[in-house]
């Protein structure tokens, strides 16, 4: 006899898709209204249209420069607008979005005056690694809308206000990595099929790691302490596990998914140069820092946690160190001695 065919018994052959995921998160959460189910759509919208356009760059005339140099200073990219204009595209047609804040532009843009939401976004991160195939990425948070504020004002909220924060690495796949509070969940995209399924639950980042990850071509350029700090992790302890083994991109998404999944350290520090350090807290550090803490990971500006800091400014610089509890926490000692 056959046996009669029982959809939930079966194993599924279909994965879990991003866009059941965020809703089944919803259901059930007191005042939900599908506002915020209807934002993280557009966002992953976002995210599905640049990853197709970021696959085709080479064939479509979309690498290089487009001449002109953006509120950071730094030479725009043609796929850094693209990606730019995706998102404010997507944003504004979804109506959820109050106020947005982007890398590529000065000042804060209102989208919907009665939208409930704060999106702040990197629409290209990494982009002087575009034109030579290197893992790109775009990472994001959601805040909420604050009643009264103006565009500027109701965007600089600290990392602690934020209710989602996610990032996509566009690299040997494309991966979208998500926290709405509730733990770390990263998405593959399906390219056949268009859709992102779950592939890594609740991500957990180890609580050490056997990796740094720094430019240390800026060794002339740091204070003693970081000196010390890169010294120590490469100095031969078979019993510790030292040294660390070094690894850098140079492209954050690509350098934070790794520490994120193996554990170990990221950390971009203030330097002569950059004496507030490189990276945006808005955009950069906040998002970043929010997504390792959800993971049992941490995020400092080499001292403090960087969800406590309150931007001034949309493009505020930070130090950022992000990794596993125990390598960041001595990363610390060795600022604070
Ligand atoms: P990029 O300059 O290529 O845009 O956000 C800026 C950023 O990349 C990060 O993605 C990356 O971690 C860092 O700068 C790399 O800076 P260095 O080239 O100074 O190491």
Redo the contacts with the bound molecule.
């Keep these: 006899m056959k046996e009669s065919f029982s959809p939930s018994a079966a194993p599924s052959v279909v994965g879990t898709t991003l866009e059941a995921h965020i809703m089944g998160g919803m259901r059930g959460s007191p005042g939900a209204t599908g506002e915020f189910t209807t934002l993280l759509n557009a966002i992953t919208l976002a995210v599905r249209i640049i990853h197709t356009r970021v696959r085709a760059a080479g064939l479509a005339g979309m690498l290089g420069y487009t001449g002109e140099t953006n509120v950071q200073g730094?030479r725009v990219q043609k796929l850094d607008t693209f990606a730019n204009e995706v998102f404010f595209t997507v944003l504004e047609r979804s109506s959820r979005c109050a106020i947005a804040v982007s890398e590529e532009l000065e000042e804060a843009r209102v989208l919907a005056e009665d939208g409930k939401y704060v999106v702040a976004f990197?629409p290209l991160?990494?982009?002087?690694?575009i034109d030579v195939n290197i893992s790109i990425g775009t990472i994001f948070c959601v805040l909420r809308a604050r009643d009264g504020a103006g565009a500027a004002l109701g965007a600089l909220q600290p990392g602690n206000q934020i209710v989602a924060a996610g990032y996509a690495v566009y690299g040997s796949a494309t991966t979208l990595v998500l926290s709405t509070g509730q733990g770390v969940h990263g998405f593959t995209l399906d390219p056949g099929v268009g859709e992102f399924f779950l592939s890594h639950p609740r991500i957990h980042c180890p609580p050490e790691g056997n990796m740094y990850s720094i430019?240390e071509?800026?060794l002339a350029r740091w204070d003693d302490k970081i000196k010390k700090w890169t010294a120590w992790v490469k100095r031969e302890d078979a019993a510790q596990r030292y040294p660390y083994g070094h690894r850098?991109v140079?492209?954050?998404?690509a350098?934070a998914h790794r520490t994120l999944l193996k554990g170990g350290i990221f950390a971009?520090p203030a330097d002569r140069k950059n004496p507030k350090g490189?990276?945006?807290l808005l955009y950069?550090a906040s998002p970043m820092a929010y997504l390792f803490e959800q993971a049992g990971g941490a995020g400092t500006n080499g001292v403090d946690r960087i969800l406590d800091v309150v931007p001034e400014g949309l493009h505020d610089r930070t130090p950022l160190v992000l990794g596993s509890q125990r390598d960041v926490a001595v990363f610390r000692q060795f600022m604070l001695e």
Aim: net charge negative; proline share 0%.
């Design positions: 730094e990197d991160d990494g982009s002087s690694n430019n071509g800026n850098y140079g492209s954050l998404v350098d971009y490189k990276l945006r950069e």
